[in-house]
């Protein structure tokens, strides 16, 4: 079973820096990506950065420029910089991963709380 485990969100005055790391554990063998997904308040999920295990990065628009994806695959982990963050960036972050061959699984965190205040 894959596990992943969120950390490093928190409340950051606008135009301030945070990164959230993502801590995998389990069985990824077969992994094909993974990424940072976020959800505001009365909004749907959306997508903000993946990586692939190749290490093609893929951002949303809106965050392209501002945030930062990276991959340590000796410590297992996916990290999120965000810098210049902005009020519309409050969310909760959610880790992602897809693994499987055949077969995909999708994996999700727990989700970690980031809060840009003006």
């Known amino acids: 079973q894959v596990q992943l485990v969120e950390s490093g969100g928190g409340l950051v005055q606008a135009g301030g820096s945070l990164r959230l790391s993502c801590d995998v554990s389990g069985s990824t063998s077969s992994l094909d990506a993974m990424g940072w997904y976020r959800q505001a308040p009365g909004k749907q999920r959306e997508l903000v950065a993946t990586v692939t295990i190749a290490g093609t990065t893929n951002y949303a628009d809106i965050v392209k420029g501002r945030f930062t994806i990276s991959r340590d695959n000796a410590k297992n982990t996916v990290y999120l910089q965000m810098n210049s963050l902005k009020p519309e960036d409050t969310a909760v972050y959610y880790c992602?991963?897809?693994?499987?061959?055949?077969?995909?699984?999708?994996?999700w965190g727990q989700g970690t709380q980031v809060t840009v205040s003006s």
């Open positions: 992602w991963l897809i693994t499987g061959s055949m077969i995909k699984y999708n994996y």
